[in-house]
């Protein structure tokens, strides 16, 4: 007997094949029992764990996308940044040098251009007709002034473009961490729903094994009734029995194999799906990463399914671990650290999943079938014999009946005509 308290019977299954309400034994009347659906009450399917695991490829495909979105105008900036760092450097060192070319008086009278710039452009220092020249002390502030307006600027575009790599850095950050608890949750879905589908299995499986019990019994309690059965009415009761439950356990076996392919169908999908999401989440990350110019962002895209592996079931892992966290496709740091409930009870159901057997060992249904069936067939044989021989009875009786039928005609028959002879003895004339 199966002990299962947190089980509930329900009468409303309409595939149980021992539904009191359809079937019924002759044998003393007895309403078979119907097994219960060894369901607890809050019970869900493997469908509850597969379409997280759906959702959860959803939303990291979301932010892969963001985080490429994101690395790119990293990249931007860092470029932006390395052109204006040295643009400063450069700045800065022109400044100095112009500023050293003033004090010396290496500029000319007629441009005002300084020697190293003249000579930059390939020109004859001083120009033609012009001569070198001395600045004054407010020439060299101006120019000092202007060299420095220059170098303020490229300092606060630098400073400027500094703080948004500094925005965008938590970011990235963020979502690279929502990614790896993404990947936790998308293992314990897969693996959750590998457990489902298990115990479903298990779930028919003490189904079978109740309705095999009362099946047995049954089949046993005609076995026992042809032993002593004597009458024709007998046979006839115990054949219809026999059949009756040779034919539920021929259905039940049917249902109970069919019920075993679909469980290996459904690991096989389990194992389809599993890859198939871990290439659509691979295939994204590949393309976001080939526009990637950010240094050192692409190449955690190259790897970053590597823990989607879909035989990994993270159930005895950490909250951080399986996923926690993740918050279905958001990032924004403001909320970093939040539960999501609906992802909170998704990991508490599958913590806390507990595994049931599958209901025990069952006699060997070829074998019962056999044995019933040479029953039922001996039973036929008998009853026949039993026919035929009250066939031949009641064909006896019927020609005793018609004998003693025509004796008494002719009984009757000899006493009438008695009868009229004494008539006519009484009405004929005296002789004179």
């Avoid at 963001?66 to 040295?86: F, M, R, V």
């Avoid at 189904?207 to 042809?226: C, G, H, N, P, W």
């Avoid at 219809?240 to 076996?253: M, Y």
Wanted: aromatic share 6%; with cysteine; net charge neutral.
């Amino acid at each position: 007997m199966i002990t299962l308290p947190f089980m509930t019977p329900s009468l409303a299954w309409a595939q149980d094949l021992l539904d009191p309400t359809s079937l019924k034994s002759s044998r003393v009347s007895t309403v078979a029992t119907p097994s219960a659906r060894a369901r607890p009450a809050d019970w869900v399917g493997p469908g509850y764990a597969r379409d997280m695991a759906t959702s959860v490829t959803s939303a990291l495909i979301t932010l892969i996308r963001a985080y490429g979105s994101i690395a790119e105008q990293i990249g931007k900036l860092q470029d932006q940044e390395k052109d204006l760092a040295q643009k400063l450097t450069d700045a800065l060192r022109n400044k100095e040098a112009k500023l050293e070319e003033y004090r010396q008086g290496l500029f000319c009278s007629g441009c005002g251009k300084t020697k190293s710039e003249i000579l930059a452009r390939n020109e004859q220092f001083p120009h033609s007709g012009q001569k070198i020249i001395q600045a004054t002390p407010e020439q060299i502030a101006a120019k000092e002034r202007e060299l420095q307006a220059e170098i303020d600027r490229l300092n606060k575009a630098l400073t400027e473009v500094r703080a948004k790599l500094a925005q965008l850095t938590p970011d990235i950050n963020t979502i690279r961490s929502q990614i790896f608890d993404g990947m936790g949750v998308w293992r314990t879905a897969t693996g959750f729903e590998r457990r489902l589908i298990r115990q479903e299995d298990n779930f028919d499986a003490i189904d079978y094994v109740r309705e095999r019990q009362t099946i047995s019994k049954q089949l046993d309690a005609a076995q026992k009734d042809a032993l002593t059965a004597k009458e024709p009415g007998d046979f006839s009761r115990i054949i219809a029995d026999l059949d009756l439950w040779s034919g539920t356990l021929r259905r039940t076996e049917e249902r109970r194999g069919g019920e075993m392919s679909r469980t290996s169908q459904a690991m096989a999908d389990n194992e389809t799906n599993s890859r198939r999401q871990v290439a659509q989440v691979d295939s994204v990350a590949k393309e976001v990463a080939s526009r990637i110019t950010a240094f050192g962002y692409a190449g955690y895209l190259n790897i970053v399914t590597v823990p989607m592996g879909p035989n990994i079931d993270p159930n005895g892992l950490s909250g951080e671990a399986s996923g926690y966290t993740f918050r279905m496709g958001k990032y924004d740091k403001e909320g970093f650290g939040e539960i999501i409930p609906r992802v909170a009870e998704f990991i508490g159901r599958a913590r806390n999943l507990s595994m049931t057997g599958g209901g025990g060992v069952v006699a060997n249904a070829n074998l019962e079938l056999t044995k019933a069936d040479r029953t039922a067939a001996s039973l036929k044989t008998r009853l026949a014999a039993a026919l035929e021989l009250q066939r031949k009875a009641q064909a006896e009786a019927e020609l005793k009946r018609k004998q003693e039928e025509e004796l008494r005609r002719q009984q009757e028959e000899a006493r009438q005509q008695q009868e009229e002879l004494n008539q006519q003895s009484g009405n004929a004339p005296s002789n004179p």
